[in-house]
């Protein structure tokens, strides 16, 4: 079963991942992760690739391309492609790609979320000053107000969290992604889950009966 997975910031991209192996081992495939990991073994593409970050410059589309091209036809079934694609151009590569290698994609799943929840739901969110653990000031509070469990640190919000970065995170994501899953939903592929009012996780495995459908499909 092969996936693509799309989801603003905060909408819960590596709990489903995590959620959906227990019935399948998947090789999540992170953009993020596959630079790094081309750039610490030194590879040719990695060695490239360091040269555009080390400058602070974004990697060029090809060469993300590439990157993932050489993952796919390693991993060849059972991902989780997270992170790729951003864009239509990179929909429609990937779909060049997985053809070439003869790859066929089961479904997109696309994690909905109300950007009031997401802003919510990083709200309450607090780290430690000094030990970085995280907590939920609402489903997972201290033992004494402000103050970490592990270490006794004070409680912080993270910079990233405030509501305004988080509201312009999101608007930047939708507004790239969304022809992205307008593509996948004409092509009869989407898989919308709401994230919202319930909590994923319990619908898990009617989730994975209807990727198990797609499967078949195909
Ligand atoms: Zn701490």
Redesign the pocket.
Known sequence: MQLVILGAPGAGKGTFSQSIKKYKQFTHIATGDIFRKHIKDQTDLGKVASTYIEKGKLVPNDLTDDLIFSELNLVKKDFILDGYPRNLDQAKKLDEMLRELKIPLTACVSLSIEQEVIVDRLRSRVV??????SYNLKTAPTKTKGI??????K?VHRKDDSPEIVTHRIQIYERETEPVINYYEEQGKLLEIDCGEIDFVTQIDEIWSLLLEREVKV
């Open positions: 430690c000053s000094n030990c970085a653990y970490c469990d592990n270490c006794g640190g409680l």
